[in-house]
């Protein structure tokens, strides 16, 4: 089954699968994978309008899926918790982000230990745009009420403005992220890794298509 979210390509999402990637940071056994498909109406590459990012950015919306414990609600958290950290780079403001981060989650406090620790540097700095292009969410088979969600954002550039006075463009990126999350009292991200987004294709490769 397909469906979409705004205005990214959106891939099958299987009830019960556990994923296996290639990482330099983890891997994990495959019992069974998703069989994805591509949407009816391909989307074209998301365009990055803002060169230098937002200024003054306003918090991210909480995605009204998020209040629903299926596959909907999964693949909304993983892009909210993204979009939440890069807000949280740009203002140093990480209440919603935290409040989403479960408190053994590693990633999640060293990412936002170590933007804040790079804030002092800074006397501004732009948020990035973001969109998801692709993504393939599915429920854990030994734990129905967590969920495996992979996919690939794309980020624009940002322009930090150094104490010293100095400038400079940070270039945008494609990436790949898996996360694993848990849906028993409101969702939670419980890890995330980073990888690179050619990996997702590779597992994936109707999503060319």
Known sequence: MTHHLTTRRTLALSCAFTLALSLSACSSQTSSNPTPSPSASPTESFAITATEGIENPDLPERPAEMDNDDKYGAAATAEYFLRL??????????????????????????????????????????????????????????????????????????????????AENVEGVTTGFTFLLDSSNGWKVLTTETFKAELFYELYPEANQ
């Open 85 to 166: 950290s890069l807000y949280g780079s740009a203002t140093d403001n990480w209440d919603d982000y935290n409040a989403l981060s479960a408190p053994d989650c590693e990633f999640c406090t060293s990412f936002r230990d170590n933007a804040h620790k790079n804030q002092e540097n800074f006397s501004s700095k732009t948020m990035p745009e973001m969109t998801v292009n692709d993504i393939a969410v599915g429920r854990k088979e030994d734990n129905p009420e967590h969920w495996r969600v992979n996919l690939v954002a794309q980020h624009g550039s940002s322009m930090i403005t150094y104490k010293n006075g100095k």
